[in-house]
């Protein structure tokens, strides 16, 4: 039977919801006795794994609320396919000190050449790192804005992407922005101008976005912000989709 003082001890975890430490609290003990460790060395133990417990459990919650489209890691880029792309580069971006300064990331080129996947890897790396992170396709989030700026509840709606303190906006150009879906896109990205940061992908360059927005004015004006602390990834190279069927020498690689 269970001392009574174990059984104390278990409650006292649960009132302070220190659920690991409860699970973990009689093996650790006996540990200690059986190695002789300090008091020190034993509560060290204890606080460590409920602190890692915690972390981890923070981190799942970050990355559900951030609905990123898939987990991908930046371990898992091949870089050697993509020699456009500068490992360096990513990896200081990877350190999330963009998000200290407020930065924004434009990832720029081609369909497949990785530009959602490493979105999602740098957004995972600040998840990490305790910011709160929201991923949404250009269009997909334009039309949240334009739903609620018709129902009277679209600062309300702002708000939900300017919290976070990483906003991934992704696909930039697959379709064409109505005249109302670029003019609340530029209200957000005032909003959050020099206040949090992006990152954005797009497979059209700059000189192409007066056509997406509709509208050269808002376009200049959007892009104004967003370059004014940003730093641009152009990716020139092909899909990885197709990585395979090239190598099985299906189709043939662009010159
Ligand atoms: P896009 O540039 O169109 O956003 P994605 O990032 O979605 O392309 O990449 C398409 C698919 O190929 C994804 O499954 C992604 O994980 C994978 N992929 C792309 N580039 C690489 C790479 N260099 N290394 C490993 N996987 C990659
Ligand atoms: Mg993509």
Same mark, same amino acid.
């Given at each position: 039977?269970?001392?009574?003082?174990?059984?104390?001890?278990?409650?006292?975890?649960?009132?302070?919801?220190?659920?690991?430490?409860?699970?973990?609290?009689?093996?650790?003990?006996?540990?200690?006795?059986?190695?002789?460790?300090?008091?020190?060395?034993?509560?060290?133990?204890?606080?460590?794994?409920?602190?890692?417990?915690?972390? %981890?459990?923070?981190?799942?919650?970050?990355?559900?609320?951030?609905?990123?489209?898939?987990?991908?890691?930046?371990?898992?880029?091949?870089?050697?396919?993509?020699?456009?792309? %500068?490992?360096?580069?990513?990896?200081?971006?990877?350190?999330?000190?963009?998000?200290?300064?407020? %930065?924004?990331?434009?990832?720029?080129?081609?369909?497949?050449? $990785?530009?959602?996947?490493?979105?999602?890897?740098? $957004?995972?790396?600040?998840?990490?790192?305790?910011?709160?992170?929201?991923?949404?396709?250009?269009?997909?989030?334009?039309?949240?804005?334009? =739903?609620?700026?018709?129902?009277?509840?679209?600062?309300?709606?702002? =708000?939900?992407?300017?919290?976070?303190?990483?906003?991934?906006?992704?696909?930039? $150009?697959?379709?064409?922005?109505?005249?109302?879906?670029?003019?609340?896109?530029?209200?957000?990205?005032?909003?959050?101008?020099?206040?949090?940061?992006?990152?954005?992908?797009?497979?059209?360059?700059?000189?192409?976005? $007066?056509?997406?927005?509709?509208?050269?004015?808002?376009?200049?004006?959007?892009? %104004?912000?967003?370059?004014?602390?940003?730093?641009?990834?152009?990716?020139?190279?092909?899909?990885?989709?197709?990585?395979?069927?090239?190598?099985?020498?299906?189709?043939?690689?662009?010159?």
């Amino acid at each position: 039977m269970r001392a009574p003082q174990m059984d104390r001890i278990s409650s006292h975890f649960r009132r302070l919801k220190l659920s690991k430490a409860e699970e973990r609290v009689e093996a650790l003990l006996q540990e200690a006795t059986e190695k002789e460790l300090t008091y020190s060395d034993f509560l060290d133990r204890l606080l460590s794994e409920e602190v890692a417990a915690k972390t %981890d459990k923070a981190i799942q919650m970050r990355t559900k609320m951030a609905r990123l489209p898939y987990l991908k890691s930046l371990e898992s880029f091949d870089f050697k396919y993509q020699p456009s792309i %500068d490992e360096k580069q990513i990896r200081e971006l990877a350190t999330c000190r963009f998000i200290e300064h407020g %930065d924004s990331i434009v990832l720029l080129g081609p369909p497949g050449v $990785g530009k959602t996947h490493l979105a999602v890897a740098l $957004g995972l790396k600040a998840i990490e790192d305790g910011y709160r992170v929201l991923f949404a396709s250009a269009t997909a989030l334009i039309a949240a804005l334009a =739903k609620a700026h018709s129902e009277n509840r679209f600062e309300e709606r702002l =708000k939900t992407y300017v919290v976070p303190k990483l906003l991934i906006v992704d696909e930039i $150009g697959y379709i064409p922005i109505e005249r109302l879906g670029a003019n609340l896109f530029f209200q957000l990205i005032s909003r959050r101008y020099e206040r949090g940061s992006m990152i954005l992908t797009s497979n059209q360059s700059f000189a192409n976005w $007066g056509e997406i927005f509709g509208d050269q004015v808002i376009a200049t004006a959007i892009l %104004d912000r967003i370059l004014h602390h940003s730093v641009t990834v152009s990716i020139r190279g092909e899909s990885y989709r197709l990585k395979e069927k090239l190598k099985a020498g299906l189709i043939k690689k662009r010159d």
